[in-house]
Nanobody, 121 residues
Framework: QVTLVESGGGLVQAGGSLRLSCAAS????????MAWYRQAPGKQRELVAG???????AYGDSMKGRFTISRDGAKNTVYLQMNSLQPEDTGVYYC???????????????WGQGTQVTVSS
């Protein structure tokens, strides 16, 4: 059993910052990649940022230069530092991870329950 728990969402004014955290727990053998996605009302879920075990990162186009993803391998935790937030950044932010459980020889996709980010104008 693997669980992803997000924290750090909330209400912030435009131009402000938030830092999201996502901790993976359970019988984890290896984490290949972790990422953040978001879903705004009436829109499809989109990639915000991702990071693989080597440290290489990728960002959605509208997040480049404003958001930074980082990872603490020892804590199985991924962070998302969000700066210069705008109302269009409002949505539910979901943590995603490719995890191999102890004793397994394959990776499985896991999702957190989501954390709400609201940016007021």
């Amino acid at each position: 059993q693997v669980t992803l728990v997000e924290s750090g969402g909330g209400l912030v004014q435009a131009g402000g910052s938030l830092r999201l955290s996502c901790a993976a727990s359970g019988s984890i053998f290896s984490i290949k990649a972790m990422a953040w996605y978001r879903q705004a009302p009436g829109k499809q879920r989109e990639l915000v940022a991702g990071i693989i075990s080597s440290g290489q990162t990728a960002y959605g186009d509208s997040m480049k230069g404003r958001f930074t993803i980082s990872r603490d391998g020892a804590k199985n935790t991924v962070y998302l530092q969000m700066n210069s937030l705008q109302p269009e950044d409002t949505g539910v932010y979901y943590c995603n991870a490719d995890i191999a459980m102890s004793g397994a020889d394959y990776y499985h996709d896991y999702w957190g329950q989501g954390t709400q980010v609201t940016v007021s104008s």
